[in-house]
Structure formats: C-alpha cells, structure tokens
T-cell receptor, first 116, second 111 residues
Framework: EAQVTQNPRYLITVTGKKLTVTCSQNMNHEYMSWYRQDPGLGLRQIYY???????DKGDVPEGYKVSRKEKRNFPLILESPSPNQTSLYFC???????????????FGPGTRLTVT | GENVEQHPSTLSVQEGDSAVIKCTYS??????FPWYKQELGKGPQLIIDIRSNVGEKKDQRIAVTLNKTAKHFSLHITETQPEDSAVYFC??????????FGTGTSLTVIP
C-alpha cells in the first residue's frame, strides 16, 4: 500500500529536550516536505526537499532541522524544543514537480507534539 | 513571499445544495493551485487541482476555477452530501516549489 508514515503519532516532551520525528514514504517520491498545522493558521511549510541531499527552507523554518540522506526518509529534528513548537505536524511526499508529472502531495497521518 | 487568503472560515449548507469556497493569492508567478480535504484525525487529501495555464477543471461534483488576472481561485461542490463535511484547504505553489496554504474552511452539510 502506497503511504507516508510518521513516528511517533503523539509526543509530549519538555523544553530543551532534543527530539526527532521520522517520516518515510514507499512511493519513490523525490519531493518531501514538513508542515505544521495550528488552529486558525492552516498548514505552514517548514522545510522541503527536492531530492537526496537537497533541502530548502519553507515559510517557518526557525527552530527546526531536516536531513535527506535517503530518498524514502525525511526526519524532522527539533534540537531545543520550545512551547511555541507545540503543534500538529504533517509530512508529505510527491513526485518531482514538473509539467509532466502530478504535483499531488500525499500526507502522513500527523504527529501531535506538545512541549511543556 | 506568497500570501493565500481563504473565505469563508465556516460554511453550512443543506444536503443537495452547492458550496463555494474562495481563495486569493498574491504572487502572480504561482503556477499550481490544489485543494485538499481534511477529515477529523487524518492528513489532508488532494481532491482537485488546477495549473496556471487552465481556467477551469471539473471532476464529477467538484470543480475549480482560476482567474489569473484577479489572482483568485474557487472550489465548487455541487449536490453536497453529508460525507462532504470536512475542512477544506486551498494552496498555491510558487516557482520555487514552495507551497502556501489557506487557513481552511470547515464545511458542514446538514442532512
């Protein structure tokens, strides 16, 4: 089954304790992205990656890191989480954006993070 | 950067009626405009999309229109059904492959 998986699904942590949210896709997609969803703000893009070893900042990258060492994986790293990073996080993947291929993004189930 | 505004934030319609959600964008170079449906507890799912070189696209009860001059695009759902109840997001992709989402519309279809 084609899917994007995220782990963990729920996480409660304390300020300053480093954490990683994993994301994996089995569709051989080139493009992967992380979003955060907050009430009243919709989804905001944190980082995206066009391919292995290629990552770019989205609209709200402060306080986050990513890496893309393998095509299927795109972990989100919070080196020193703060309460304002409490949010619902989504990973997504799609084929490489081009005129010939759909830009459709497939979203994971989400990770609800609480930082106290 | 791009700014996408979405209206209304909530919408209630009677089953069988039509629903229209509107979005505007600021970057005239944006070239791809998807609409996503998000059900409770799930990730967004693409329902329809349109590229900047097309003015209208239809898929059964769902249609999207794009007015590049005015920089706005709309989602039209006809013959609404209770299972259409969800949160809908519009988005715009810029030439740098970044995506900007609207703030969402909570649609309720009343049986």
């Amino acid at each position: 089954e084609a899917q994007v998986t995220q782990n963990p699904r729920y996480l409660i942590t304390v300020t300053g304790k480093k954490l990683t949210v994993t994301c994996s896709q089995n569709m051989n997609h080139e493009y992967m992205s992380w979003y955060r969803q907050d009430p009243g703000l919709g989804l905001r893009q944190i980082y995206y990656s066009m391919n292995v070893e290629v990552t770019d900042k989205g609209d709200v990258p402060e306080g986050y890191k990513v890496s893309r060492k393998e095509k299927r994986n795109f972990p989100l790293i919070l080196e020193s989480p703060s309460p304002n990073q409490t949010s619902l996080y989504f990973c997504a993947s799609s084929s490489y954006p081009s005129d010939l291929i759909s830009y459709e993004q497939y979203f994971g189930p989400g990770t609800r993070l609480t930082v106290t | 950067g791009e700014n996408v505004e979405q209206h209304p934030s909530t919408l209630s319609v009677q089953e069988g009626d039509s629903a229209v959600i509107k979005c505007t964008y600021s970057d005239s170079a944006s070239n791809y405009f998807p609409w996503y449906k998000q059900e409770l507890g799930k990730g967004p799912q693409l329902i329809i999309d349109i590229r900047s070189n097309v003015g209208e696209k239809k898929d059964q009860r769902i249609a999207v229109t794009l007015n590049k001059t005015a920089k706005h695009f709309s989602l039209h759902i006809t013959e609404t059904q209770p299972e259409d109840s969800a949160v809908y997001f519009c988005a715009a992709k810029n030439t740098g492959n970044q995506f900007y989402f609207g703030t969402g519309t909570s649609l309720t279809v009343i049986p």
